[in-house]
């Protein structure tokens, strides 16, 4: 199995983005999978375990103490073969990427992703092979603003037996 942890953005910004993505989607047809999820910002590279239960209580007492916090949402960018929201950088993201990797490394032998070395923060809209369909779904997003302050008051935990987009499903919720 395969655990990922990330921070649930708000239900409305949810709906806004998706309403906006869906609509323009219709002309374009990428692929949908990363709504299988909450609208959401990873917190680090997803990783395997075979401590499952024992490591999703460990990340709810560590994220249930968190306090809500603020990010910044910016316009959509492509990296290759997805479509994301980048997120802007702050103290309070980078130091739960930093707790998360070396709490999980320490208690649980669970080695930093090389990606989580220079981790970018980042809400998913779309993955696609598509790289020209991606190219034509960012440009009519940016006739809708998206950057704004979200405040994030939710993080969510969740498993999967292959690890592939749309694959995860969400078996914590944890409000702070």
């Known amino acids: 199995m395969y655990i990922w942890v990330g921070c649930k953005l708000p239900e409305h910004f949810e709906q806004q983005i998706r309403s906006v993505c869906l609509e323009q989607n219709k002309a374009l047809n990428l692929n949908t999978d990363a709504f299988s999820l909450p609208q959401h910002v990873s917190l680090k590279i997803s990783f395997p375990s075979q401590r499952n239960e024992e490591i999703l209580k ?7 103490v968190q306090a809500p916090f603020s990010l910044r949402i910016r316009s959509a ?18 130091q739960l990427h930093q707790q998360l990797d070396a709490r999980l490394e320490q208690r649980f032998g669970i080695a930093q992703h090389p ?6 923060f980042h809400s998913t809209l779309f993955m696609d092979e598509d790289t ?18 979200l405040q994030v008051d939710t993080f969510l935990l ?13 078996v914590r919720q944890i409000n702070v």
């Open 58 to 64: 460990y990340l709810e007492a560590f994220l249930s």
């Open 77 to 94: 960018q492509q990296q290759g073969n997805i479509l994301w929201l980048p997120v802007e950088e702050n103290e309070t993201l980078r």
């Open 115 to 120: 990606f989580d070395k220079c981790f970018l």
């Open 132 to 149: 020209d369909k991606l190219s034509q779904m960012r440009k009519a997003l940016e006739a809708f603003p998206v950057e704004q302050v």
């Open 158 to 170: 969740g498993l999967s037996e292959n690890n592939l987009p749309g694959q995860y499903r969400i």
